[in-house]
């Protein structure tokens, strides 16, 4: 077993050993809240890296260099973990796409183009996300959240790469077509093994945003 020094008095009582039973949440601090992040990014690289099989709260002890009864102090259990887990590895996912698609494409198909090389990039978490999606799909009601903040999470980005002059409506329902285009071309690329039905797709994709966006010109 991992042992590790606590970081936090309160961590103290969560060690194997510890004379209080049960565990007590964190409280907020803020050396409390740093260590939870501390311990946050930890198991996110872990799962980046690794997948969801076997995934476990001794696992992600050993991946954070602590104890499980330490991560259930600042977590209510594994399936918060890694529910949390997976939303910080979409979001590194979210906050790359956009740095590489807003600066450097004036047009929102040429974005959407950039997105889609993100999207598939194994380094940014495409295993793991599809996965977790995939168990929204099967067990529903324990995981139905995972594919419901997949959602919550794309569409800001997806409504920032329209263009700022189109009215509310029109970019919800562009960014709504292009969430579910991609995700569908995600899925096609994965259950095929490879990506040439998914690139046709997104061409065609690619040509309805150039018409959608002449439109407005």
Known sequence: MVRSTPSTPEEANAQPGSQKTGYRRSTGSARGTARREELLDRVTDDLAAHGLVDFSLRRAARAA????????????????LLAQAIVRLRARRIDAAFEAAVPQHPTLAARVRTLWQI???????????????????YDPQRYAALGREASEQYLPLLLSLCPVDWPEQRKGEVAEMILAALRGFLIESLTRGETIGAEAGLEALVRALEREEAVGE
């Open 119 to 137: 999207l598939i990039d194994p380094v940014t978490g495409l295993r793991v996300l599809d996965q977790a999606v995939g168990l929204a799909i």
């Open 65 to 80: 260099g602590t104890t499980h009864k330490v991560l259930l102090y600042h977590f209510t259990g594994a399936d918060d």
